[in-house]
């Protein structure tokens, strides 16, 4: 255990000296959500406001409502962005590496993993503090901070650590870092679009969009984002916990499958001439 414990830290630790060290890396993570909070938030800053739903007590602008959706942008880009890291580090050979330390590989994976949240969550809370400071006032920051703290923390970990799982998984079948943009094409903006971190699911049903609405429903992008909404209000998220917990062992034990020497990354001894 100690063992094992101490590859935790040096692998966490390992990924937060990287990031310290690339100086761009949280400006440009943070510049996407703050345009959406700060050029397009502010000519829609009064389209919601419709209709007072749950978890609302009032009517709110729309930069308040969106502002759990950005958050998820955040959790949800960095996520991604680790599946691009571990490429890299496939392709250089330090994660060959890495993988034939002398521990359990998915407790080497859960290592990865728990960086990527780590550093996930860090951003995500640089995030909330500029959107305070540029006036997007949020629960979290009122009289109730204590009560809902623990809520909302572990709701933003949860899905931390769901993104980081789908990127784990997708890390196993993008087999070279110029497949990168076509996950960009393919699941991150599909995610995000098709969620409620933008539109709540009543407008995309009221709009006739059915489809876009049923997929919304089933998309566990959305379910993190409820899940951290109801949070900051301290209201019940209704199945939305299972669905990101789900997700996250559900992706977690394919990524652990795919990283299997025998049978994904790694399978050497299905490749030619792997024998010589």
């Not at 255990?1 to 400006?27: C, N, S």
Request: with cysteine; hydrophobic share 55%.
């Amino acid at each position: 255990m100690r063992h094992a414990l101490q590859a935790l830290r040096a692998i966490v630790l390992r990924e937060l000296l990287k990031f310290g060290r690339q100086y761009g890396r949280l400006a440009s993570a943070l510049v996407r959500p703050l345009l959406w909070l700060a050029v397009f938030a502010a000519g829609f800053r009064n389209v919601f406001g419709v209709s007072i739903v749950e978890p609302y007590d009032t009517y709110v602008p729309y930069d308040v409502y969106i502002a759990p959706g950005l958050i998820g942008m955040v959790l949800l880009f960095n996520g991604m962005q680790s599946s691009l890291a571990m490429v890299y580090d496939r392709e250089m050979g330090l994660m060959r590496l890495l993988l034939t330390a002398p521990l359990p590989r998915p407790w080497i994976l859960f290592a990865k993993l728990c960086a990527t949240a780590v550093l996930s969550l860090a951003q995500a809370a640089a995030f909330v503090i500029v959107a305070a400071l540029l006036g997007t006032v949020l629960p979290v920051w009122g009289p109730e901070f204590f009560n809902i703290a623990p809520m909302v923390l572990l709701a933003a970990v949860s899905a931390a650590l769901m993104l980081g799982a789908l990127g784990l998984l997708l890390s196993v079948h993008i087999k070279q870092l110029e497949n990168f943009a076509g996950t960009m094409n393919f699941v991150i903006f599909p995610m995000y679009f098709m969620s409620t971190a933008l539109y709540p699911l009543w407008k995309l049903e009221e709009s006739g969009a059915g489809w876009v609405y049923q997929v919304a429903r089933v998309n566990p992008f959305t379910h993190a984002v409820e899940w951290l909404r109801f949070a900051l209000y301290g209201k019940d998220p209704g199945i939305s916990p299972w669905v990101v917990l789900g997700t996250l062992a559900l992706c977690f034990a394919l990524a652990s499958w795919g990283y299997d020497p025998q049978r994904g990354f790694g399978a050497l001894t299905k490749r030619p001439g792997a024998a010589a």
